[in-house]
């Protein structure tokens, strides 16, 4: 990869810098000179990120290119995940209220910007070590977000996603010491070749497992769940939204990756035999952390009085969803999961953008309450995201689920996976009936009209549209990742 | 043919629910009444020309047919006509109607859906007589049962409820019966037609495969045994056949006296022509096997029964079981009929023109004995026997009007009962001695029971209830005139009525004999 | 494309009345409905008609690639089953529009999620894609959760939210058993959900396969259908729910899983009845297990449900108890795999479809909503025989129709079904007759303590409301419906005998031998 081609493939990540950079300075030059500050770093950052999709758009038709050691890669699959945390992170920054009384500081725009650039540089990676830079990024972007509300309980919540995000980095840091040494090399395809054909040694199932620990903190799977109910409650609500939508994408397009490219060794197709490096030793861990995900996420979503709560708890069980279409360790499979990944993405930051109606300190169920006779469209459209969550036709969320299983089902030992998830689906009908049940079957305490902000509404908007679109026509999604896959 | 028998039968079967429509939009109960008896008088009058007709042209074996496919799938046809064996019935029916609307004239709770109930079982009881089909059939038998219902229902005495409640799901559960046994009849025989099932002499053998049927599809011995039995005790029960009555006694006693003349009258006489047209033309060669055990249980019915109403002290106790003994003589006539080749061809043309006559005379003698007993239970206001005496005095046109129904009842020569009991006896006698003698034992009781009767509520000193009573009203003397006329009608002229049966035996015995 | 705008205008119907209708009163709601019920069931009248003479096979209407690389595509048409079903739709729109005039309280949203259910309902009925049968069966599931949870009464939201989970349950099984298949026919090449490909190519799947992938689909919908022993859903169900939403619930949403154990399962893999279970170690082997297993089960549903309706209290209960007993004369007759026998199945769920309306309407909205009591103890004081003639004259009819006395539709029904069992398995006759009993017998003792129960002579009967109108017009409607198909029944058995016909003939052959 020459220079000018590097810059070029890296200019939306720049521009994304430059103007982040930019807004920060503005926002502290003026913080104290102008009354409307926040409006204006908003809006700058809502440009900024719009600058950053249109260049990411033009690079839409370049075919995939890297360096030699695939720290970065340009078009194919880079380009769509790009495109899709950039298009997250600004309908999650649409939530946010910059005339709202209780403000975010300024340096919130910042440090959403530094973490969307993690993430992309997350999703354009193949190389174990700027993945871990990338995510270290986005990570620490995060923390610092979660805190921003400034009282006890943010800090708290903030505090628990640090320590247990450092932990995970560490665990994931030092596994990847071990897969260096045991296959010499870091870029996904070096690890590879040099694993090709060797058995699975102590030394290399702990360096798997330790770098999964990583991409488990990241996506909120089990065991390094952890964090994902406290920081969803605590959180300011966009930031809230950007954690379940954009991170999770970009940690599954780059688990994604990983395992495909570096898992599987080349030639094989992943049936490798018995016991050698491959399909079988990721699938066993893959399998273990799906299901335990399903089961445990969707059962604790049963008891919770918080909606952010069980949209967490609901979220762990989400990943783990979408953890069976990469066990599948295919092409196909990945596609399932990008699939099912982003429309999960839209619905859930479409689920935030309902609540984000007014100040809703204690964001209890019940505060949904007749929601139905108050704003009947948020309460619609609360409807068709909590279906689509649920997975109910012909909504987005059901042909992910139809999909994930068709491509799990082709692999006969993972038809467990398909049992356990079906079953973990019944589970997740009850607890989202339960919240539509207060939404449309119980009357509202008052009748007053609930603000919704202009942002919701068009975040909101986008949202519908996508769970929508790309429900009844799930084949306009599908065939995109497919043809950009094959690229 | 005309206008006139076009379509006949289903005008006839269907003349009544006109009544019905009518009865729903007058508001006065003596319009209702007076529209219902138009409505029965009309039938009859139709359908007894229709029968006369029917009687000249002898050539014709089945007439007036109507034949439309119902539900192809299963060869369910609407099929309607009239030939020997239904021709009795159904005049029994046209003829008894108009005096059962007649006898409710003076019931002052009976009105518009009272009246309405009645002209439905009119329909319901003139369709059963008609159907050819099985389907057909069935819809109509199940049908009967609904109006008779509600009328105890609605109308009945103290304990009507419970009444209404057996009588229903007794004969439900025989029609169920009967109803999986001739589905079971259907698999293997591919047809529900009456006609096609008697005519073809369907299970002629009964391992061997039927004309144009699948080899594969035979009915096993043992299944036709169980066809045999299992439609023999569904049809029993609606008799009713000792030990299947239980529904009898209670029913007869709850219901009103105008729906008991009716169910004793002509439902009662459902079971006889059942028997006739469902069962005897199925299995020729079981019929004979089994016909001496079914004369024995004839005769045991009969006997049975009999000796119960013995001890009963109600009127209409007695009567109940009195007449269970007089639909046993059916019975016994029956499986003379069914006896094949055991039994002489003569002694089954006696048996059977005995059965027709009986079916006919007990259902206008039975008819009138329960219009008497809901006439003095009304009047004296006791429904029990040792309640009444010396009725002969208070009431001398009604007692002795009861006295020749009585004496009809017993089969006193010259009225009705005694020509069909002669004919029964006679035709049963030289194959079946055992069970006639039985048999003729009961209807030595019958006489006791009905004279001690007689002496306890016709002579004697006038008890406190009876004094209440006074004679028969010119309403109630038209009731009894035409009843009364065909006791002694029938008695003495029993030829027309022979002449009917004369078809059915010539039906069966070429359906039999095959 | 006249009967796909069923679906649509059902879908519009609901989106105009959530948004546009919701702010006006509730009788500009009510009309709009009864306008577009009607509508629809004109439409669903005029496509009955004119599939009357049509030749066997689907009426293909629309036919596109829906989502090309999973071979799914969008068919939408009707066999004989289907427009059968489709009718029936049509009949129980219109009643359950005129029952729900008594409705206030936000009149608007009950009928959009009312109309949602029924595009749902319409949707599976025309699907010729199991796929998209599916889309539309989770469709209709959705709304019935707030129909119940909503505008029901007594446990409402303990029994809507049973009701969902079985219902979820329950297509969580089909899910899988129809990805399964899918599965095994991309690996025979022939990734579809064609219907038509799949009754085709289904049966000739290797033995194995169907055998255990055939009772996930089966008891899948059959759930729906209210089979025993996962039928407890169904009489808390329509216990809860609004009268409108019994009489759907009962009239066509237990339809729909019927209709898929025959469109979705039987006529998919019957190669799944003929072979045995083979215990292994004990070495037991029982035959044509999934066969005798289902057929037993459809026969308990007959006898349980009749005699659990004989000792109710609970004047709803009886109905939904019945319910279950109707439904097993459907499921036995499709386990017969005759014509005979599958052709009765279709009439009756026909058939209890509109019957089972007719009762909840009576039990539910007339009864009910005057007495403000379901206790059957308690209904003898309001001396509604005397009283309300009128109401009693329609249960009378209702009740008699119910349990299949001839003339009504029911009984052509019951007739089939016997047939069929008759031919195809005699032993079960007698289960099935004993059923029939025990439904008189309920039928009797109801009628007797509900119309002649005990009261104090002494005390007036409390003055309830006369019957109104539109009460009587949807009585009425339903009564004259069940007679004209009670006499006519050719209407109904010659387009459903047309279809069922050929398909028979194909799963015979796989199930194959004497029984």
Redesign the interface.
């Known amino acids: 990869m020459k220079a000018e081609q590097l810059v070029s493939a890296l200019l939306p990540e720049i521009w994304l810098l430059v103007s982040a950079l930019i807004t920060l300075l503005v926002g502290v030059w003026c913080e104290t000179k102008y009354a409307r500050v926040n409006q204006i770093c908003h809006w700058m950052s809502v440009v900024g990120l719009l600058i950053c999709g249109l260049l990411v758009l033009t690079q839409w038709n370049l075919p995939m290119t890297t360096d030699k050691h695939q720290m970065l890669i340009s078009g194919g699959l880079s380009v769509f995940a790009r495109l899709v945390i950039v298009v997250l992170a600004l309908v999650c920054l649409l939530l946010v209220r910059p005339d709202a009384e209780r403000k975010l500081p300024i340096e919130f725009y910042f440090l959403f910007s530094t973490a969307t650039l993690g993430m992309i540089l997350m999703a354009s990676t193949s190389n174990l070590l700027m993945a871990f830079v990338a995510l270290e990024l986005s990570s620490l972007s995060l923390y610092v977000l979660t805190a921003l509300e400034h009282d006890r309980k943010s800090a708290e919540g903030s505090f628990k996603y640090f320590i247990l995000g450092a932990v995970a980095s560490a665990f994931m840091l030092f596994g990847m010491s071990y897969i260096y040494g045991v296959s010499g090399s870091l870029s996904f395809h070096g690890i590879a070749q040099g694993l090709e054909g060797e058995h699975v040694s102590m030394v290399l199932l702990a360096g798997m497992i330790f770098v999964m620990a990583g991409f488990a903190f990241k996506i909120a799977s089990v065991p390094f769940h952890f964090w994902a109910p406290d920081t969803y409650q605590v959180a300011p609500l966009p930031v809230s939204a950007f954690i379940a939508s954009a991170s999770k994408v970009a940690g599954f397009i780059l688990l994604g990756r990983f395992l495909l490219e570096a898992g599987l060794p080349k030639g094989v197709a992943g049936i490798g035999p018995e016991g050698v490096y491959g399909t079988s030793g990721w699938l066993i861990i893959i399998s273990v952390m799906a299901v335990a995900s399903i089961i445990f996420g969707n059962i604790a979503a049963i008891g919770q009085k918080s909606f952010r709560r069980l949209l967490a708890y609901s979220a762990i069980g989400h990943a783990g969803y979408l953890l069976i279409g990469l066990a599948s360790g295919t092409e196909e499979g990945f596609v399932a999961t990008l699939y099912y990944v982003t429309v999960y993405a839209f619905a859930v930051i479409g689920a935030f953008s309902i609540i984000a109606c007014e100040e809703n300190t204690d964001d209890r169920i019940d505060g949904l309450r007749g929601l139905?006779?108050q704003s009947?469209?948020a309460a619609?459209a609360l409807l068709v995201f909590i279906?689509s969550l649920a997975g109910?036709?012909?909504l987005a969320g059901?042909?992910a689920k139809?999909?994930v299983?068709?491509v799990a089902?082709?692999d006969t030992r993972l038809?467990f996976l398909?049992?356990i998830g079906?079953?973990g689906?019944?589970i997740a009908?009850?607890y989202y009936?339960?919240v539509?049940?207060w939404v449309?079957?119980k009357d509202a305490n008052t009748d007053r009209e609930r603000k919704w902000p202009l942002g919701a509404r068009i975040s909101a908007g986008i949202c519908l549209t996508v769970v929508l679109i790309f429900g009844l026509?799930?084949?306009l999604l599908?065939?995109t990742i497919?043809l950009i896959l094959s690229r | 043919m005309s206008i006139f028998t076009d379509h006949a039968l289903t005008w006839l079967t269907f003349i009544p629910l006109l009544g019905v429509l009518i009865n729903c939009v007058v508001t006065s109960s003596f319009t209702v009444r007076v529209i219902t008896l138009v409505t029965t008088l009309v039938v009859m009058v139709y359908g007894l020309v229709l029968c006369v007709l029917f009687a000249g042209n002898k050539a014709a074996t089945l007439a007036y047919v109507e034949h439309y496919p119902w539900i192809s799938l299963v060869n369910a046809n609407y099929f309607v006509g009239l030939d020997g064996i239904n021709a009795i019935p159904v005049v029994l029916t046209l003829l008894l109607m108009p005096v059962v609307v007649l006898a409710a004239w003076r019931n002052p709770r009976a009105g518009r859906l009272f009246f309405s109930l009645l002209l439905i079982e009119q329909t319901a009881l003139l369709g059963v007589f008609t159907a050819l089909n099985f389907y057909h059939w069935f819809v109509f038998y199940e049908l009967t049962l609904v109006p008779v219902y509600f009328l105890i229902k609605y109308y009945g005495g103290t304990h009507r409820s419970d009444a209404a409640f057996k009588f229903f799901l007794y004969t439900l559960a025989g029609s169920v019966l009967l109803f999986v046994c001739y589905q079971l009849l259907h698999y293997y025989t591919g047809t529900l037609d009456f006609v096609t099932l008697g005519g073809h002499g369907i299970m002629d053998t009964i391992e061997g495969p039927l004309p144009g049927q699948d080899f594969e599809r035979m009915v096993p011995s043992a299944l036709a045994i169980f066809l045999f039995w299992g439609i023999f005790i569904g049809l029993a029960v609606k008799v009713p056949l000792y030990p299947l009555h239980s529904w009898l006694p209670d029913a007869y006693t709850q219901a009103p006296p105008e729906v008991v003349m009716l169910m004793t009258g002509v439902m009662s006489k459902i079971g006889i022509y059942a028997l006739v047209r469902l069962l005897l033309p199925l299995f020729p060669e079981l019929n004979a096997q089994f016909a001496p055990l079914v004369a024995w249980l004839a005769a045991l019915s009969i006997i049975v029964s009999i000796l119960v109403a013995l001890q009963k002290k109600e009127i209409r106790e007695v009567f109940a079981y009195s007449s269970m003994n007089h639909v046993g003589f059916c019975v016994l006539a029956f499986a003379c009929v069914m006896g094949g080749a055991a039994v002489s061809s003569s002694d089954k043309a006696f048996a059977l023109s005995g059965l027709f006559l009986q079916v006919f005379s007990h259902g206008i003698t039975a008819a009138c004995l329960f219009y008497f007993a809901g006439l003095l239970e009304e009047r004296g206001n006791t429904v029990l026997i040792s309640g009444f005496g010396g009725l002969r005095n208070v009431a001398p046109v009604m007692t002795g009007l009861f006295g020749v129904a009585l004496f009809a009842s017993i089969g006193l020569p010259g009225l009705s009962g005694f020509v069909s009991e002669f004919l029964i006896i006679r035709g049963t006698l030289p194959s079946y001695p055992w069970q006639t003698a039985v048999s003729c034992a009961g209807l030595i009781v019958t006489a006791l029971v009905f004279l001690k009767l007689m002496e306890r509520i016709f002579f004697g000193p006038v008890t406190p209830q009876s004094e209440t009573i006074h004679d028969l009203t010119p309403m109630e003397k038209v009731t009894l005139i035409p009843l009364i006329f065909l006791m002694f009608a029938i008695g003495l002229f029993p030829q027309p009525l022979v002449y009917l049966a004369q078809g059915a035996i010539q039906l069966i015995e070429g359906g039999v004999g095959q | 494309m006249l009967a796909q705008s069923t679906i649509y205008l059902s879908f519009i119907a609901a989106l105009l009345l959530m948004t546009l209708f919701r702010c006006r009163s509730g009788q500009c709601a009510r009309v709009f409905a009864l306008v577009i019920s009607l509508v629809l069931f004109g439409l669903s009248v005029w496509t009955f008609c004119h599939h009357q003479s049509a030749a066997p096979g689907y009426q293909i209407e629309t036919n596109l690639e829906w989502i090309p690389s999973a071979g799914i595509r969008y068919i939408a048409g009707a066999d004989g089953v289907g427009i059968v079903l489709i009718l029936l739709t049509g009949i129980v729109a219109v009643a359950g529009v005129l029952f729900s005039w008594h409705i206030e309280e936000r009149a608007a949203e009950f009928f959009a999620f009312y109309f949602l259910l029924l595009g749902g309902v319409y949707g599976v009925f025309l699907s010729v894609d199991l796929f998209m049968l599916f889309v539309f069966y989770e469709i209709a599931i959705v709304p019935k959760y707030f129909l119940i949870a909503r505008w029901g009464s007594t446990n409402r939201e303990y029994a809507a939210m049973k009701l969902a989970l079985y219902s979820f349950g329950g297509s969580a099984l089909v899910l899988l058993g129809m990805i399964a298949l899918y599965a095994e026919l991309a690996r025979s090449g022939v990734p579809t959900f064609d219907l038509r490909t799949l009754a085709e190519i289904g049966p000739n799947l290797p033995l194995q396969f169907q055998f255990w992938c055939f009772p996930l689909l089966f008891t899948g919908f059959a759930i729906l259908a209210g089979m025993v022993p996962f039928h407890t859903w169904a009489p808390a169900g329509h216990v809860a729910a609004p009268t409108a939403g019994s009489m759907l619930l009962a009239g066509v949403v237990m339809k729909l899983g019927a209709y898929g154990c025959l469109k979705g399962a039987l006529m998919i893999m019957p190669g799944a009845l003929s072979i045995p279970l083979v215990i292994p170690y004990i070495g037991l082997e029982i035959p044509r297990f999934w066969f005798w297993m289902f057929s037993a089960l459809a026969a308990t549903n007959i006898l349980y449900g009749a005699m659990a309706a004989l000792v109710q209290k609970d004047f709803k209960y009886v109905i939904g108890y019945s319910s279950i007993s109707h439904m097993g004369f459907v499921l036995i007759g499709l386990m017969t795999l005759n014509t005979i026998g599958v052709t009765g199945a279709v009439v009756q769920m026909f058939s209890h479809g509109v019957v089972a309306s007719l009762m909840f309407a009576i039990v539910g909205g007339m009864i009910y909503q005057r007495t403000h009591t379901r206790d059957i103890s308690k209904l003898g004081a309001f001396r509604l025989r005397i009283n309300h003639p009128g109401i009693a004259i329609m249960f009378f009819i209702g009740t008699f129709a119910a349990a299949g006395l001839p003339g009504f539709s029911g009984f052509v029904a019951e007739f089939l079904v016997v047939r069929g069992t008759a031919e195809a398995f005699t032993w079960m006759l007698i289960p099935v007759g004993l059923g029939i009993i025990v439904t008189f017998a309920y039928t009797l003792k109801f009628i007797h303590l509900v119309f002649w129960g005990p009261h104090d002579a002494t005390v007036k009967a409390p003055l309830l409301p006369k019957l109104k109108v539109n009460e009587i017009c949807g009585g009425v409607f339903l009564i004259v419906i069940l007679i004209l198909f009670g006499l006519v029944p050719r209407l109904l058995t010659d387009v459903i005998e047309k279809d069922v016909t050929p398909a028979v003939k194909v799963m015979s052959t796989h199930v194959g031998g004497p029984r």
């Open positions: 139905m006779s009947p469209i619609m279906l109910v036709p012909p059901f042909f139809f999909y299983f068709v089902l082709h038809v398909v049992v079906l079953l689906s019944v009908f009850y009936l339960a539509l049940k449309f079957v026509f799930p084949s599908l065939e497919t």
